[in-house]
């Protein structure tokens, strides 16, 4: 059986560095369109697949406290891919 709580304790450190970088990438002028849809599509199959660890952590009983930090990763990325959307929408015009 894999190991939960491993799993989210390394995208806890992903979902870190994606809140260090997402922001920086977003304030380069030479972005293109093309790479903040990427960088937005890579943020959505983030979140979904953090949903889904939550929901496996449920299953299997694990503590609050646990399931309380995949629920706030979940809203980190669903954070940084409202603000990518945000980017990409003000790069439309």
């Known amino acids: 059986m894999p190991d939960w709580v491993a799993i989210l304790k390394e995208q806890t450190a992903t979902g870190d560095q994606m809140g260090r970088e997402v922001p920086q990438m977003l304030a380069n002028p030479d972005i293109s369109e093309a790479q903040v849809k ?13 949903e889904k660890l939550r929901m496996a952590l449920e299953k ?21 891919a409202a603000s990518v959307a945000e980017k990409l929408k003000a790069m439309r015009g």
């Open 60 to 80: 299997f009983g694990h503590d609050f406290s646990i399931i309380k930090a995949a629920e706030r990763l979940e809203e980190r990325y669903a954070d940084l």
């Open 38 to 50: 990427t960088l937005f599509s890579a943020l959505e199959k983030q979140a979904e697949f953090v």
